[in-house]
């Protein structure tokens, strides 16, 4: 059987879902996917990028990721989705992204995706949860097929116990309050692992 193909979606602005999508970019090859890691076009003002210090260094970090496109949603079998929380809603750069979509909805091309999604905010209660499900309602308009992660892993509750998808809180400092590093390999490869099982069904 051919490697499953997983597409890893983010927005970052400071760096935390980047680092999210890196890790499960990563444990996607780990677990036998070929991975294309891939970032959401940017719709902020430069200035407003320039007067930020964190954003700039994501934005200069980050200048060689590709962005998503339409082509890249009809390569996937797989998808992970990495977005922060703005008001309790998806990042309107990850919104966007999902709303140009249509063509390739109405081709019946984005049906049967397995997606997964992933999301941080500025404070324990600020939404996360809420950002999670926003996107699955998304998916659940595209027909994909959505694999939480439930509680099905010890790295869930490690991470903070969020069955909708890992989550983080970023400190004061910028870094990540939760230790979810695991929570995150688990997901993406329980993500890679239903994938397959559709994948040979299907064969």
């Given at each position: 059987?051919?490697?499953?193909?997983l597409?890893?979606?983010y927005?970052?602005m400071?760096g935390?879902?980047?680092?999210l999508?890196?890790?499960?970019a990563?444990?996607?090859?780990a677990?036998g996917?070929?991975?294309?890691?891939?970032?959401?076009?940017?719709?902020?003002p430069?200035?407003?990028?320039d007067n930020n210090?964190?954003?700039?260094a994501t934005v200069?970090?980050?200048?060689d990721i590709?962005?998503?496109?339409?082509?890249?949603?009809?390569w996937?079998e797989a998808?992970?989705f990495s977005?922060?929380?703005?008001?309790?809603?998806?990042?309107?750069q990850?919104?966007q992204f999902?709303?140009l979509?249509g063509?390739?909805w109405?081709?019946?091309k984005?049906m049967?995706?397995?997606?997964?999604g992933?999301?941080?905010a500025q404070?324990?209660?600020?939404g996360?949860e809420?950002?999670?499900?926003?996107?699955?309602?998304s998916m659940?308009h595209w027909g994909a097929?959505?694999?939480?992660?439930?509680y099905?892993d010890?790295?869930?509750?490690?991470a903070?116990?969020?069955?909708y998808?890992?989550?983080?809180?970023?400190g004061?400092?910028?870094k990540?309050?939760e230790?979810?590093k695991?929570?995150?390999?688990h997901?993406?490869?329980?993500?890679?692992?239903v994938?397959?099982w559709?994948k040979?069904g299907k064969?």
């Amino acid at each position: 059987m051919e490697k499953v193909k997983l597409a890893v979606i983010y927005y970052s602005m400071t760096g935390i879902n980047y680092q999210l999508a890196q890790w499960a970019a990563e444990a996607g090859q780990a677990a036998g996917a070929e991975v294309r890691l891939l970032k959401v076009h940017e719709l902020a003002p430069q200035s407003a990028i320039d007067n930020n210090p964190a954003w700039k260094a994501t934005v200069d970090a980050t200048k060689d990721i590709l962005e998503a496109s339409s082509n890249d949603l009809d390569w996937a079998e797989a998808i992970i989705f990495s977005v922060p929380t703005r008001f309790g809603n998806l990042a309107a750069q990850m919104k966007q992204f999902i709303d140009l979509q249509g063509g390739v909805w109405a081709q019946g091309k984005l049906m049967n995706k397995v997606v997964s999604g992933m999301s941080s905010a500025q404070n324990p209660h600020g939404g996360q949860e809420a950002t999670v499900k926003s996107l699955y309602t998304s998916m659940m308009h595209w027909g994909a097929i959505i694999v939480a992660p439930g509680y099905t892993d010890p790295a869930i509750f490690k991470a903070g116990g969020n069955p909708y998808g890992t989550t983080v809180t970023q400190g004061q400092d910028g870094k990540m309050v939760e230790d979810v590093k695991d929570a995150v390999f688990h997901q993406a490869k329980r993500t890679v692992e239903v994938a397959e099982w559709l994948k040979k069904g299907k064969e």
